[in-house]
């Protein structure tokens, strides 16, 4: 059970992950990249977070499938991030933020599902 668990929230994270990188980068980076007015530091930090988090997201699936020691560290990361897409989306528009800024769903349950499943060992 507790392998299932780890396994189920590691697929869920590569298909996050893999959301955000090939439609995240259209749907979302290339119009705030379209933003007039935005300064080349602004554009290339914007540019630069967008794959970083790419790569994290990818990196964290990767370690949550093997299971290392590093695993319940990088669930903790997941479900902070839903926590902060959660509060954003409540603190923009009440409980029509959590539809809008869906991802604190996909956040939490991979995270959770890792952090629970290693929890049992």
């Keep these: 059970m ?3 668990m780890v396994r189920a929230g590691a697929i869920l994270a590569g298909v996050t992950a893999a959301v955000h990188i ?13 933003t007039p007015g935005l300064t080349p530091a602004v554009r290339g930090t ?9 790569f994290v997201l990818a990196f964290s699936a ?3 499938w093997r ?12 479900i902070g ?6 509060l954003v989306g409540l603190w923009q528009a009440g409980l ?5 800024l869906p991802q604190w ?5 991979a995270g959770g599902l890792v952090m629970a499943g290693m929890r049992r060992a």
Aim: proline share 5%; hydrophobic share 55%; net charge positive.
């Design 46 to 54: 914007l540019h630069a977070c967008w794959h970083f988090l790419g």
């Design 105 to 109: 769903v996909f956040l939490s349950l």
């Design 96 to 100: 029509a933020g959590l539809v809008v």
């Design 62 to 64: 990767w370690r949550f």
């Design 67 to 78: 299971g290392g020691p590093d695993a319940p560290g990088l669930a903790a990361v997941w």
């Design 2 to 4: 507790r392998r299932r």
């Design 22 to 34: 090939l439609v995240g980068t259209y749907d979302t980076l290339l119009p705030l990249l379209d």
């Design 81 to 86: 991030g839903a926590l902060c897409f959660a």
